[in-house]
C-alpha cells in the first residue's frame, strides 16, 4: 500500500489532498524507516549535493576563514557581556574566565575541524549530525541552528541603531518610532535594522569572495578599534584595580568570588565566542579544504581568545570591579573621565562595525544551512538552489534575510536575546558526541551500543556535576558529591579508552587526544547549559516541538519521496565510504 505513494512520475506525497492523508496513515512505519537513516559522506559530496545545480564556487583560503571567524565572533556582545560578568561574577579574574571559555571553544572548534575536513560541504553540523546519527536528529538540530542565527541576527542588527547612535550622540528613540496597539517589547519599530539586513542579504547574495573582501575591511577596523580600547585601558589604568575594590566592604582580590564567580563569569562570556561555527559552513567553498580548515576555524579561535584576555585586562584596570557598569563598561568608564569622552564615541563606532562583520558572517552561515537542509528534502528543494552567476544560495538567503528584517522591525532586543544561545550550545554538544561516535562506531563491522552507552553514561555524569554545582548549597556535602562526579567521570572516560577500539583513523586530521579531547567538550557545554535561564529552556523546547511537527507533517514524507525516487536513498553505507 505504501509503495504506490512514492515519488513516481511525479505523483509525490502532496499532489492531492487524498494522497496526502493516505501518507498520513503511513507516518509511523516511514518515520521509523526515515528518522536515523544515515546519509554518508559519499552522498553528501555528490548526489545530495546535486539537488543544488550550479555548485558552489571554492574561493576562499585559509586567511579568508580567520577573518570570517574572527568577524563572526567579535561582535558588539563582548563590550556587554564582559561588565556583566566582571561586575557580578568573576571580578577582576573576568580574564580566566575568558581564559577557560576559549578553551572550551577551542575543543568545540577540533570536533568542527575534523567533519570540516573530511566532509567539505556547506552543511555544518547539519551534515556532520546526519552522516553520524541520522536524518531526524540532525533536522533537529538544524531547525533550532536556523530560528538561533535569524532571532540573533535581528537582535544584533536593533543593536546596531543603539551604538550608531552613540557614536554620533543621537538618541536611539530619535531613529525609532512607537506604533500605538502593539504589546511592549514589539511596539518599537526600528528602520535602521531592517536596512542593515537587507543590505547585507544583497551583499551575501552578490558573491562570496566580495562577502569576505568586505569582511576583511570591517574585521580589520573593528581589530584596530579594539586594540585603540586597550591601549587605553593600560594606560589610563591602574595595576592596583585588579586585587582592591572601591568599597572595601566589597570582597578583595584577584578572585573576590573564588572558583565558583569564575565559572559562572565563564558560562556568560562564552557566548562571546559563538561564531566559529559559521566558518565551518563555508567548507565548501574553500580552495584547499585539509590545509585552510584547520588553520583558519582553530587560528581565528586562537586569536580572538587573546584579545578577550587583553581587553578583559583591560577594563579591570580602568575601574574597580565594584564601580564597573555592567551595561556599558568601556564608554561608562570613559564617560565619567573628564576630557575623555570622546573615547565613548570611538567605542560606538568600534562597536558598529564589529556588529557589521558578526552580522555579516552569521547570515552567509544561516543561509548554507538552509541550502544544505534543502538539499536533504526535509524542507523544499528551493531553498538548495544556487544561482548560477553568483554561485551563491539566492533563495535561501533572500528568504531568510526578509524573514530577520522582519523581526529587527518590531521586537525588542531583549526579547530576542532571551531566546539565544542554548540551540547553539546543544549543536556544539551534539557535534563532540558524533566525533566520538564516528571514531568509534562503524556500521556493519563494529556494535554502537558501547559506544552509545558510554556516550550517555558521561552525559549523565556531566548533568549531575552540573546540577549539584547549581543548586545544592556550599558545603562538604556538595564538594564530596562534585568530586565523586568527577572521579567517576574520568574513570567512565578511561574505561571506555581502554576497552574500545577506534573504528576510523581521520585521514588527513583529526581531534588529539581522542576521546578525551571532545570529552571535556561535552562536559563544557553541559555545565554552560546548565548556567542558562528557564525561558531558553522554554524557548528551546518550543521550537523543538514546532520542528517535530513540521517533520511528522512535511518533512518525513519528503524524503520519503525523495527516497521512493532514488535520490535519497542510503545503503551500504560503509562501501559507499570505503568507496569515498
Known amino acids: 500500500m505504501e509503495a504506490q505513494y512514492r515519488n513516481r512520475g511525479g505523483d509525490t506525497s502532496f499532489s492531492s489532498l487524498r494522497v496526502y492523508l493516505n501518507s498520513l496513515s503511513d507516518t509511523p512505519s516511514r518515520f521509523s524507516r526515515r528518522a536515523v537513516s544515515v546519509s554518508t559522506s559519499y552522498d553528501e559530496m555528490s548526489r545530495v549535493r546535486s539537488v543544488s545545480g550550479e555548485q558552489l564556487r571554492r574561493t576562499l583560503r585559509w586567511y579568508d576563514l580567520v577573518g570570517l571567524g574572527i568577524g563572526g565572533m567579535i561582535g558588539a556582545g563582548v563590550f556587554v557581556t564582559t561588565g556583566r560578568a566582571s561586575r557580578l561574577y568573576a571580578g577582576p579574574s573576568i580574564v580566566v574566565s575568558y581564559a577557560m571559555a576559549g578553551l572550551c571553544a577551542l575543543l568545540s572548534a577540533f570536533c568542527y575541524t575534523e567533519f570540516a575536513v573530511h566532509l567539505p560541504v556547506a552543511g555544518g553540523a547539519f551534515s556532520y549530525i546526519r552522516i553520524t546519527f541520522g536524518e531526524f536528529p540532525a533536522f533537529l538540530t538544524g531547525t533550532n541552528l536556523i530560528m538561533d542565527y535569524v532571532m540573533s541576527n535581528a537582535a544584533v542588527s536593533r543593536g546596531f541603531t543603539a551604538y550608531l547612535g552613540s557614536a554620533f550622540g543621537i538618541s536611539t528613540s530619535q531613529w525609532r518610532f512607537v506604533v500605538s496597539g502593539l504589546p511592549n517589547g514589539f511596539n518599537e519599530m526600528d528602520p535602521i535594522a531592517v536596512a542593515v539586513v537587507l543590505a547585507v542579504t544583497f551583499i551575501i547574495c552578490y558573491s562570496t569572495r566580495e562577502s569576505s573582501k568586505l569582511n576583511m575591511v570591517l574585521t580589520a577596523l573593528h581589530i584596530a578599534f579594539i586594540v585603540f580600547v586597550i591601549a587605553m585601558g593600560f594606560w589610563r589604568g591602574d595595576i592596583?584595580?585588579?586585587?582592591?575594590?572601591?568599597?572595601?566592604?566589597?570582597?578583595?582580590?584577584?578572585?573576590?568570588?573564588?572558583?565558583?564567580?569564575?565559572?559562572?563569569?565563564?558560562?556568560?562570556?562564552?557566548?562571546?565566542?559563538?561564531?566559529?561555527?559559521?566558518?565551518?559552513?563555508?567548507?565548501?567553498?574553500?580552495?584547499?579544504?585539509?590545509?585552510?580548515?584547520?588553520?583558519?576555524?582553530?587560528?581565528?579561535?586562537?586569536?580572538?581568545?587573546?584579545?578577550?584576555?587583553?581587553?578583559?585586562?583591560?577594563?579591570?584596570?580602568?575601574?574597580?570591579?565594584?564601580?564597573?557598569?555592567?551595561?556599558?563598561?568601556?564608554?561608562?568608564?570613559?564617560?565619567?573621565?573628564?576630557?575623555?569622552?570622546?573615547?565613548?564615541?570611538?567605542?560606538?563606532?568600534?562597536?558598529?562595525?564589529?556588529?557589521?562583520?558578526?552580522?555579516?558572517?552569521?547570515?552567509?552561515?544561516?543561509?548554507?544551512?538552509?541550502?544544505?537542509?534543502?538539499?536533504?528534502?526535509?524542507?523544499?528543494?528551493?531553498?538548495?538552489?544556487?544561482?548560477?552567476k553568483t554561485s551563491t544560495p539566492v533563495n535561501a538567503s533572500v528568504f531568510l534575510g526578509i524573514f530577520t528584517a522582519a523581526l529587527a522591525l518590531f521586537?525588542?532586543?531583549?526579547?530576542?536575546?532571551?531566546?539565544?544561545?542554548?540551540?547553539?550550545?546543544?549543536?556544539?554538544?551534539?557535534?563532540?558526541?558524533?566525533?566520538?561516535?564516528?571514531?568509534?562506531?562503524?556500521?556493519?563491522?563494529?556494535?554502537?551500543?558501547?559506544?552509545?552507552?558510554?556516550?550517555?553514561?558521561?552525559?549523565?555524569?556531566?548533568?549531575?556535576?552540573?546540577?549539584?554545582?547549581?543548586?545544592?548549597?556550599?558545603?562538604?556535602?556538595?564538594?564530596?558529591?562534585?568530586?565523586?562526579?568527577?572521579?567517576?567521570?574520568?574513570?567512565?572516560?578511561?574505561?571506555?579508552?581502554?576497552?574500545?577500539?577506534?573504528?576510523?583513523?581521520?585521514?588527513?586530521?583529526?581531534?588529539?587526544?581522542?576521546?578525551?579531547?571532545?570529552?571535556?567538550?561535552?562536559?563544557?557545554?553541559?555545565f554552560l547549559l546548565g548556567s542558562l535561564d528557564a525561558p531558553s529552556f522554554v524557548r528551546f523546547g518550543f521550537f523543538t516541538g514546532l520542528a517535530v511537527l513540521v517533520y511528522v507533517f512535511y518533512s518525513v514524507h519528503a524524503s520519503y519521496d525523495a527516497e521512493g525516487d532514488g535520490s535519497l536513498d542510503f545503503k551500504d553505507v560503509e562501501s559507499l565510504e570505503r568507496f569515498n
Open 240 to 388: 592596583q584595580n585588579l586585587t582592591r575594590p572601591a568599597n572595601p566592604e566589597n570582597p578583595s582580590g584577584f578572585f573576590p568570588f573564588g572558583a565558583s564567580g569564575v565559572f559562572n563569569g565563564a558560562a556568560m562570556v562564552y557566548l562571546s565566542y559563538i561564531g566559529y561555527d559559521a566558518v565551518s559552513t563555508m567548507a565548501e567553498e574553500v580552495r584547499d579544504p585539509v590545509k585552510d580548515i584547520p588553520m583558519g576555524i582553530s587560528g581565528s579561535v586562537a586569536i580572538v581568545i587573546v584579545l578577550y584576555c587583553l581587553m578583559a585586562i583591560s577594563m579591570s584596570m580602568l575601574l574597580p570591579y565594584d564601580l564597573i557598569d555592567p551595561e556599558a563598561p568601556y564608554s561608562a568608564a570613559f564617560s565619567k573621565s573628564e576630557g575623555w569622552e570622546w573615547v565613548t564615541r570611538v567605542i560606538g563606532i568600534g562597536a558598529s562595525f564589529g556588529i557589521l562583520t558578526s552580522l555579516l558572517v552569521a547570515m552567509l552561515g544561516q543561509a548554507r544551512y538552509m541550502c544544505v537542509i534543502g538539499r536533504s528534502r526535509v524542507v523544499p528543494a528551493w531553498f538548495a538552489k544556487v544561482h548560477p
Open 411 to 526: 521586537t525588542d532586543l531583549n526579547v530576542l536575546l532571551n531566546l539565544v544561545s542554548i540551540g547553539t550550545l546543544f549543536v556544539f554538544y551534539m557535534v563532540a558526541n558524533a566525533v566520538i561516535f564516528r571514531r568509534y562506531v562503524a556500521v556493519g563491522y563494529t556494535k554502537p551500543w558501547p559506544t552509545l552507552s558510554f556516550l550517555c553514561l558521561f552525559s549523565i555524569t556531566s548533568v549531575v556535576f552540573t546540577l549539584v554545582w547549581k543548586l545544592a548549597p556550599p558545603g562538604p556535602p556538595k564538594w564530596f558529591v562534585l568530586g565523586a562526579s568527577a572521579i567517576a567521570a574520568i574513570a567512565v572516560v578511561q574505561i571506555f579508552h581502554c576497552v574500545v577500539p577506534q573504528a576510523r583513523i581521520p585521514e588527513f586530521w583529526g581531534v588529539p587526544l581522542m576521546p578525551w579531547t571532545p570529552c571535556v567538550s561535552i562536559f563544557l557545554n553541559v
